[in-house]
């Protein structure tokens, strides 16, 4: 059964780079899409990102310009990358992966991610 | 952007009652519409797929159903372990957006 670890740097200063890796156990990469999501304290969850086993990806366009996701098919892991991290920016990231009909399905257990000079 | 709005955004029910949430969007989804619950500090799980697919080992108490812009979750017996903030979800086109969310506790 597949599983999701996901593991990254907690506390952050403002400017700084938010990096954040997961790990895909007992499944192909393929033929899925591998997204991320956040969820700000006490808020609803916001859709990051997603990229395939090719590299392919589509962003949320109100990350775009900060945003990058990458793929490494040999130790079946993705990772995320954020820069010029804000207060904004603190939330709890959790990795999932996304069936073709849509659903996310497993998640990864989350990191959370502060913000703070 | 697709907009997602559920109503309520609360509710308190007792054991046993029937509790109803519904889930609307700005355009139509078809039927790429899913349904998590979350509970607190940890990561949402998926109830039901594609408007009314129930998910392996989910109880059967749970139910999904609804298509295009207007689409409803059923828990049909709530029971002690269900209170929870439960998230619909549209996987029609990025970006893939969630509703605010409807939290659910016990009277």
């Known amino acids: 059964q597949v599983r999701l670890e996901q593991w990254g740097a907690g506390l952050l200063k403002p400017s700084e780079t938010l990096s954040l890796t997961c790990a895909v156990h007992?499944?192909?990469?393929?033929?899925?899409?591998w997204t991320w999501v956040r969820q700000a304290p006490g808020q609803g969850l916001e859709w990051i990102g997603e990229i395939d086993h090719t590299g392919d990806h589509t962003y949320n366009a109100s990350l775009e310009s900060r945003l990058t996701l990458s793929v490494d098919t040999s130790n079946w892991r993705f990772s995320l990358e954020l820069t010029s991290v804000s207060a904004a920016d603190s939330a709890m990231y959790f990795c999932?992966?996304?069936?073709?009909?849509?659903?996310?399905?497993?998640w990864g257990q989350g990191v959370l991610v502060a913000v703070s000079s | 952007d697709i907009q997602m709005t559920q109503s309520p955004s609360s509710l308190s029910a007792s054991v046993g009652d029937r509790v109803t949430i519904r889930c609307r969007t700005s355009e139509t989804v078809r039927n790429y519409l899913n349904w998590y619950q979350q509970k607190p500090g940890k990561a949402p799980t998926l109830l039901i797929s594609s408007a009314s697919g129930l998910q392996t080992g989910v109880p059967s108490r749970f139910s999904g159903s609804g298509s295009e812009t207007d689409f409803t979750l059923t828990i049909s017996g709530l029971q002690p372990e269900d209170p929870a903030t439960y998230y619909c979800q549209q996987s029609y086109k990025t970006p893939f957006a969630f509703g605010p969310g409807t939290k659910v506790d016990l009277k």
């Open positions: 999932a992966r996304r069936h073709r009909s849509g659903r996310f399905d497993p």
């Open positions: 007992g499944e192909s990469f393929r033929p899925f899409f």
